[in-house]
């Protein structure tokens, strides 16, 4: 009895322990599913927290993108009622443009008559000022006439001239007449050192030894014989009896 008292504890200890790994291995078992269960139902849940955190998200970025609209709007309806100072300031500047073309179209006629005025004006100055500057010939006799007999074949007269302003460089008496063939003029001197501002002597001197009545000039020239010619000029006229 005491070997099977000693053995019987022994196995029931065995069977016990073995029995007890069973139900540790059951346990092991249902702490595994429910270990499984616990991580799927957190799965679920992280899933279910970020799908409403992305609706959420969603709904907030439809949301201000529908305030952005709406402020767009609003912005343009404000800029329709309230124009920007941009768009005044062009306003005005055109305005004042318009008004600016109104005066001038309205005051055209008066700048055109002043601007008439003022170049007539001008022309008259600038006329009297050359005319003040531009010397003009002086005759003590003109016309002169000179006659003489065929026979005799020349005849003279004496005048005298001066340029006023005075053209205090040298000048150059030059003669034309009408019928070179027939009748010639000339002077004596023919060339002077200045023109005025007194009166100059000379002497003119025409031949001829066909009767008749002829005409010549003398005119006064700047410097030499084809010289500016400084007006007017000498008629004389040839009377041959």
């Avoid at 005799?152 to 009408?178: E, H, M, Q, R, W």
């Amino acid at each position: 009895m005491q070997g099977d008292t000693g053995v019987y504890p022994l196995g029931l200890i065995i069977i016990a322990h073995g029995g007890f790994l069973r139900n540790s291995g059951v346990v092991r078992k249902q702490s595994g599913v429910a270990e499984r269960s616990w991580g799927l139902a957190t799965r679920s849940f992280q899933r279910g927290r970020q799908e409403y955190n992305y609706d959420l998200w969603s709904t907030n970025v439809l949301r201000d993108c529908m305030g952005c609209k709406n402020n767009r709007a609003r912005e343009l309806r404000m800029q329709k009622l309230f124009p920007s100072t941009q768009s005044l300031k062009l306003s005005r500047d055109q305005s004042t443009t318009l008004q600016s073309l109104s005066t001038i179209r309205r005051y055209l006629p008066h700048l055109l008559v002043v601007i008439s005025i003022s170049l007539v004006m001008v022309g008259s100055a600038a006329t009297v000022l050359s005319a003040t500057t531009t010397p003009k010939a002086l005759w003590s006799t003109n016309p002169i006439t000179i006659t003489f007999s065929h026979n005799a074949g020349a005849g003279s007269a004496t005048d005298s001239f001066k340029c006023a302003p005075p053209y205090l460089k040298p000048i150059v008496l030059t003669t034309t007449v009408n019928n070179p063939v027939l009748v010639s003029l000339t002077t004596s001197p023919s060339s002077f050192p200045q023109c005025g501002p007194s009166y100059t002597t000379f002497t003119l001197t025409a031949h001829s030894i066909v009767p008749g009545t002829y005409s010549g000039t003398v005119t006064i020239r700047q410097t030499s014989q084809y010289g500016t010619a400084i007006p007017p000029s000498l008629i004389v006229k040839i009377v041959v009896t």
